[in-house]
């Protein structure tokens, strides 16, 4: 599915997260992250109004150094946890620690979860798209 930008509000914002440093990458990993196309607020939160309305232009891309890229979307679970989802089920899914009083700026950290372990990821990028 094209996403056109003109279906965005101007609260749209895509976000880099890149792999941040951990004992297995010292130096962080510039080839595994993800993409985000989301809406912030004013305080550079995620915006759980503007998602509500615009659910289905909320993207996730994931990506590794191996090549391996997944599609999805975010989504929040009633209680607000936020969270990225690929497929039907609950197996693949990949919930953030907190993500709803993280501020997506530039050079700020938020965790990710895969599986039973929780990733560093760093903010590298937010911008217009």
């Known amino acids: ?7 965005l509000t101007p609260n749209f914002r895509h976000v880099r997260l890149l792999l941040g440093r951990e004992k297995e990458h010292p130096a962080g990993e510039q080839d595994e992250g993800y993409d985000l196309l989301v809406p912030l607020d004013a305080d550079g939160r995620l915006d759980p109004h503007e998602w509500k309305t615009h659910q289905a232009v909320c993207r996730v891309r994931r990506f590794d150094r191996h090549g391996d890229v997944k599609i999805g979307r975010l989504r929040r679970k009633p209680g607000g946890q936020w969270y990225f989802d690929y497929e039907a089920g609950e197996g693949d899914d990949e919930p953030g620690f907190r993500l709803g009083e993280e501020r997506f700026i530039t050079g700020e950290y938020v965790s990710i979860g895969q599986g039973k372990d929780y990733h560093t990821y760093r903010i590298v990028r937010v911008e217009k798209p």
């Open 1 to 7: 599915m094209m996403i056109d930008v003109k279906d």
